[in-house]
């Protein structure tokens, strides 16, 4: 079955960084976009980046232009995100998302905290 598993969130001050990572499984992987999802407490999850089939498409949310790049590692079956330049409105519960057969598939969630 499909699985999504991301890793790589913790608590980082303003301005630092952090990469996120989420491993695919169940699925043709090189064959579908992927997207990022951030759930701030008591917020709706708002998409944050997503990438086509390759690193050459990618739609980035206004808020994080700039400071975050999505990627894709296709022979790991991977996508990426790299954030910089961290916020504390950057805080919230990050999950990558594949979209496929009109269903929705989510990982459990990382956590990323911007606090000093």
């Known amino acids: 079955q499909v699985q999504l598993v991301e890793s790589g969130g913790g608590l980082v001050q303003p301005g630092g960084s952090l990469r996120l990572s989420c491993a695919a499984s169940?699925?043709?992987?090189?064959?579908?976009?992927m997207t990022w999802h951030r759930q701030a407490p008591g917020e709706e999850r708002d998409l944050v980046a997503a990438?086509?089939?390759?690193?050459?498409?990618?739609y980035y949310a206004d808020s994080v232009k700039g400071r975050f790049t999505i990627s894709r590692d296709n022979a790991k079956n991977t996508v990426y995100l790299e954030m910089n330049s961290l916020k504390p409105e950057d805080t919230g519960v990050y999950y990558c998302?594949?979209?496929?057969?009109?269903?929705?598939?989510w990982g459990q969630g990382t956590q990323v905290t911007v606090s000093s």
């Open positions: 990438i086509g089939l390759s690193d050459s498409i990618t």
């Open positions: 169940g699925f043709t992987f090189s064959h579908y976009g």
């Open positions: 998302n594949s979209h496929m057969g009109g269903q929705d598939y």
